[in-house]
């Protein structure tokens, strides 16, 4: 089985920053694609940013500029610096893990989600 175990959410002010990890683990070969998805009250979930296995990323047009996607392979990690963080930027953070080879073939897997609330 593969979970997902996301950290580093908080409440931060306006203009602050924080850096969201998460990090899988299971009996996992590889995994193609990392990368955080967000959903605020009353809004559908959202793709924030996501890198591959190769370090090619994609970010939301909300958050390019203020926002870098990382990952380290060999600890199947990602990670997500947040700066210059607006009240917009108020969610549930998602980690997802796409393409995630294992023993019983390819998975997709979740995170539980971590709570980032900013304050004015």
């Known amino acids: 089985q593969v979970q997902l175990a996301e950290s580093g959410g908080g409440l931060v002010q306006a203009g602050g920053s924080l850096r969201l990890s998460c990090a899988a683990s299971?009996?996992?070969?590889?995994?193609?694609?990392m990368g955080w998805y967000r959903q605020a009250p009353g809004n559908e979930r959202e793709l924030v940013a996501a890198?591959?296995?190769?370090?090619?990323?994609n970010y939301a047009d909300s958050v390019k500029g203020r926002c870098t996607i990382s990952r380290d392979n060999a600890k199947n990690t990602v990670y997500l610096q947040m700066n210059s963080l607006k009240s917009e930027d108020t969610a549930v953070y998602y980690c997802n893990a796409g393409g995630v080879e294992t023993t019983r073939g390819y998975l997709e897997v979740w995170g539980k989600g971590t709570l980032v609330t900013v304050s004015l």
């Open positions: 890198i591959s296995s190769g370090g090619s990323t």
């Open positions: 299971g009996n996992i070969f590889s995994i193609n694609v």
